[in-house]
């Protein structure tokens, strides 16, 4: 029988953050397997690993190959999976590095212990981008969500940003614009699935480096991710092209705290390296 674990990523209360499914052996799974035992499961994503792909690199015994699914499909990478993978790695065979092969790419990933006992995990993404949103996509996107044009915030422009997988990032004006959330489920969807996105990165600026964020993931089968690592790297990436943050910079960004979720993600930009670093604590959840 397969060992489906349950993790939270982002925060160290199993109460908050975004909680993932682990299994660490998906030997013998086949696609359907995997969408099942999401399905079932019902977070936003689960994450299931193999043996390593030859040639990956990385310590013996801390190199895997990783899937993600959503109840409703397979992702190509998942951050919060990532996360709460990696702790659930650390407590059974220790912190120190790890690496993942992915659909998106190689990601390592780096386990230490904290100050309170507990585990954190620090994602390096793949390369990322950042492309211009199509001004009548904009307009349906802002449409699904019942969000007037005037309440974006000018200093956070709409873009669509990659590091793993794309997500449209808009500015919101306030926090009460944030924190006002309904949305026409399928319309989104399908805008999503048309632009191959997988949230909507809806973003405050609550100081100089410090962003509230939430995440409405339509297309995975959920109406928000509590706690989106995929998502904050690529918003850093996007901080970084558009001048939002310096070469070097850390980023903290809150989520889920709309849902009664609260987690924290934060976000390195690192000068010479294109990458971006997301990290937090997790914690099983019973």
Partial sequence: MTEVLRYTAFSDDPAGGNPAGVVLDATGLDEADMLGIAAELGYSETAFLTAPPEGLGGEAGRA????YFSPKAEVPFCGHATVATAVALGERIGPGELVFATPAGTVPVSVTGDAEGGLRAVLTSVEPHVEDVDPADLAEALAALDWPEADLDPAIPPRIAYAGNRHLVLGAATRARLADLAYDFPRLEALMHRLDLTTVQLVHRAGPDLFDVRDPFPVGGVVEDPATGAAAAAFGAYARELGLA??????????????????????????????VRVGGSGVRIA
């Fill in 64 to 67: 895997f190959t990783v899937r």
């Fill in 246 to 275: 310096p070469a070097d910079a850390v980023l903290t960004l809150r989520q889920g705290e709309d849902m009664g979720r609260p987690g924290v993600l934060t976000v390195e930009l690192r000068t010479g390296d294109p990458r």
